[in-house]
């Protein structure tokens, strides 16, 4: 399985940007980067996806460096609903090997008022 | 469109009692996966399955077992329970990804399990 390495926490203030970082230095040329979160006692919801360029969706925006080897989920207004568990994962195109996925321990984002 | 359902959504169990949790899903997908999260603490996989008929273990799969006998269901089964799988389960389905579509994995709500 191809891993992610997330900051345990961080830490923002009520309608300014966050900039969540995700580093993949193993990824592969067919493996897709997933952004999931978990709000308390809630499964979790999709966020985004990209591949090599940079994303946009109303959510957020997902910054793929040139190298793929790190992304950075980008919350542009953050606001108290925005306090979840932010995950990054790999999903490699292909039926058989992007079916075994995994999550790591994700980043926990504390939005101050 | 109900999603991902799972049931039930609260179990208290005794050491060695027995249990299925449920999963169903009405999106026609064929990715289905049993996740266990404890507090505090990221998700883990169990066992997934890419189709009817086809499972596969994940992480944590000791002390769990599996089915898939149709496209909706994948039931996750504990034998001989035990304190250390008091738990929060989950269930997701998805697609596989494919240039056409998100691959986006759907959770069910999830189901919170506790052994005495």
């Known amino acids: 399985d191809a891993k992610t390495t997330q900051p345990n926490s961080m830490e923002s203030n009520e309608e300014e940007p966050v900039h969540l970082p995700c580093n993949h230095s193993t990824i592969s040329g067919t493996d897709y980067i997933h952004w999931y979160r978990q709000l308390p006692s809630q499964g979790p919801e999709y966020v985004i996806h990209g591949l090599t360029s940079n994303v946009n969706n109303r959510m957020a925006s997902l910054a793929i460096a040139e190298d793929r080897k790190s992304s950075t989920l980008i919350l542009h207004r953050a606001t108290l609903r925005d306090a979840a568990v932010y995950y990054c994962i790999l999903r490699d195109l292909g039926e058989t090997s992007g079916s075994r996925l995994t999550f790591g321990e994700g980043t926990q984002l504390t939005v101050n008022p | 469109n109900a999603g991902v359902t799972q049931t039930p959504k609260f179990r208290i169990l005794k050491i060695g009692q027995s249990m299925t949790l449920q999963c169903t899903q009405d999106?026609?997908?064929?990715?289905m996966y049993w996740y266990r999260q404890d507090p505090g603490m990221g998700l883990k996989l169990i066992y997934y399955s890419v189709g009817a008929g086809i499972t596969d273990k994940g992480e944590v799969p000791n002390g769990y077992n599996v089915s898939r006998s149709t496209t909706e269901d994948f039931p996750l089964r504990l034998e001989l329970a035990a304190p250390s799988q008091t738990s929060v389960y989950f269930c997701?389905?998805?697609?596989?990804?494919?240039?056409?579509?998100?691959?986006?994995?759907?959770f069910g709500e999830g189901s919170r399990l506790t052994v005495l």
């Open positions: 999106m026609n997908h064929n990715y």
């Open positions: 997701a389905s998805s697609y596989p990804i494919q240039a056409s579509n998100t691959g986006e994995l759907f």
